[in-house]
């Protein structure tokens, strides 16, 4: 299964998310719960592969899960994130400046996700609590992929 999100947090015009990261987890919950029903498939295991802020809506959907809406969680074999803002982006304050400058001109919408993206904010933290509690729960595999090197304008990666 693929499942993709609007994940514009700054637009131009008015029809960017206005979903909060847990809106988003919840909806990922539903749409998972949802194929796996339809096809028989409710006691398989499943691995997750999410980029960027979706491992964070990874993280969150199964936090809600623990929560008690239901047992996905319990499925779950393994997790891999690639490139995935843990504790948060600096590129959300870029985009701040965007917002407000926009704002100013009366165009432009701005999602909840940009508040709640900000490094070490109290919504990445509260997602963190309750996916360490998780983990402490189920024997999820985690393997992280990051970059370690900056990448020039051009794409070329420089020794």
């Not at 006691?43 to 809506?57: E, R, T």
């Not at 165009?107 to 983990?135: C, E, V, Y």
Request: glycine share 10%.
């Amino acid at each position: 299964m693929s499942w993709g999100y609007n994940s514009k947090v700054v637009t131009w015009r008015s029809f960017g998310s206005t979903a909060s990261i847990q809106g988003h987890a919840r909806g990922l919950l539903a749409d998972v719960n949802n194929y796996r029903r339809t096809r028989q498939a409710e006691g398989q295991k499943l691995i997750f592969v999410a980029h960027d802020i979706g491992g964070i809506l990874v993280q969150a959907a199964l936090g809600e899960s623990l929560m008690g809406t239901d047992n996905l969680y319990r499925y779950v074999a393994g997790i891999i994130f690639l490139g995935t803002p843990h504790r948060g982006s600096r590129k959300v304050e870029h985009a701040a400046i965007i917002v407000r400058i926009l704002s100013g001109l009366g165009i432009g919408t701005r999602s909840p996700m940009l508040k709640q993206l900000k490094p070490n904010s109290d919504a990445l933290l509260h997602i963190s609590m309750q996916f360490r509690k998780l983990l402490r729960r189920a024997p999820i595999q985690i393997c992280s992929a990051f970059e370690t090197r900056r990448t020039s304008s051009s794409g070329l990666v420089r020794s």
